[in-house]
C-alpha cells in the first residue's frame, strides 16, 4: 500500500498497517459497507480517526443485526434509492431472469442433492 494524497486499500491490508495509517486521512470511504461488522473489518473502520465518513453500500441492512456497527462507523443513512429508481436515472439495466431446466443423470442428481444438504445444515 502506497500513502498519498488519496489512498485506496481492502481492509485486509488496511488492518495490517492501522498503527501507522490510523490517523492519516481526513475522509475515509467504506465501500461494501455492509462488510464493516466482520472481524477485520470493524477494527479498521474504528481504528481509523478520519473525521469524515462515507459508507457505501447496497445491502445496509444485515441478517445478523450488527448493521448498527455500520451506522456507528460512519452515521446514518444519507440517502437511498430503491431498484427502480436507479433504473429510472439508468444507473442499472433491469434484470432479466431466464429459467432453464435441465435433466440430471443419478449420478449428478444426488451429486447435486449431497451439495444442497450441506449447504442447508
Known amino acids: 500500500m502506497i500513502l498519498g494524497e488519496v489512498t485506496v486499500a481492502i481492509y485486509n491490508s488496511a488492518v495490517n498497517r492501522i498503527a501507522e495509517i490510523s490517523d492519516r486521512f481526513d475522509l ?26 462515507l459508507a457505501l453500500s447496497a445491502t445496509p441492512r444485515r441478517s445478523d443485526n450488527n448493521e448498527h456497527l455500520i451506522f ?27 429459467r432453464i431446466y435441465v435433466d440430471l443423470t443419478p449420478e449428478e442428481r444426488r451429486s447435486y442433492e449431497r451439495l444442497v444438504i450441506t449447504r442447508l445444515s
Open 28 to 53: 475515509v470511504t467504506f465501500d461494501e459497507a455492509h462488510h464493516v461488522p466482520a472481524d477485520t473489518f470493524k477494527e479498521v473502520a474504528f481504528r481509523l480517526r478520519a473525521p469524515f465518513r
Open 72 to 98: 456507528l462507523s460512519a452515521g446514518d443513512i444519507v440517502y437511498q434509492a430503491d431498484y427502480r429508481d436507479m433504473i429510472e436515472a439508468k444507473l442499472v439495466v433491469p434484470v432479466r431472469h431466464f
